[in-house]
């Protein structure tokens, strides 16, 4: 990390592109962060909302979007119905997602909705909908909405609330704060070996 460094956690808020570049019909993350110096660690996809990180150091950049570090990144999922035991027993020791078996996840139901900003999800008479929360040491292309689909139970809201020791805290969409010379340290120092096996 060098002394100028600057990371940034940013709410991206729903169908908001993880870009700066201009996007036809859709916002950018240039609608919501005015600092040109910095670029997105990753990203999410424009229906999904949460913590996106960026910076303008590479070394972190590399090191949190790497596979090989298996950095923790935490997610609220809204789904469709009421998961089975075995189906969070599969989210939890891996599926089959285009021919690959996704790593082990940590895995949880959450007891009650989630205190969130209020969004607009697609709605289905006389079908329940229930809260899981995710955390994963990958990051393949939809995997979550892949992931729950899977198991018979279809993603309705996705939000990523933490991205190893860094979460969401007091942000509300499209709010964005610079993070402490303390936290980006912790994010400099969360490497562990690769292979960790969830319990949750």
Do not use: C
Not at 11 to 25: E, I, L
Not at 43 to 68: K, V
Not at 89 to 104: A, E, F
Request: aromatic share 8%.
């Amino acid at each position: 990390m060098t002394p100028t460094a600057t990371v940034l956690a940013l709410w991206k808020p729903f169908g908001v592109m993880s870009q700066f570049s201009p996007s036809a019909d859709k916002p950018t993350l240039k609608d919501y962060v005015d600092r040109p110096e910095v670029y997105p660690v990753g990203r999410l996809d424009h229906d999904s909302e949460g913590l996106l990180l960026l910076t303008d150091d590479g070394t972190l950049s590399h090191r949190l979007t790497d596979p090989h570090f298996d950095h923790p990144k935490t997610y609220w999922v809204q789904v469709e119905g009421v998961p089975t035991d075995t189906a969070l027993y599969q989210l939890r020791t891996g599926v089959d997602i285009q021919g690959q078996m996704t790593k082990p996840a940590g895995i949880r139901r959450l007891p009650d909705a989630p205190d969130l900003p209020p969004r607009e999800i697609r709605y289905r008479a006389h079908i329940p909908t229930s809260w899981i929360e995710l955390i994963l040491t990958e990051g393949r292309n939809r995997q979550v909405r892949r992931m729950t689909a899977a198991v018979g139970f279809p993603t309705l809201r996705l939000v990523r609330v933490a991205v190893g020791p860094i979460g969401l805290t007091s942000l509300q969409p499209g709010e964005w704060r610079q993070l402490t010379a303390e936290e980006v340290q912790r994010l400099h120092g969360m490497d562990r070996p690769r292979g960790r096996q969830f319990r949750r």
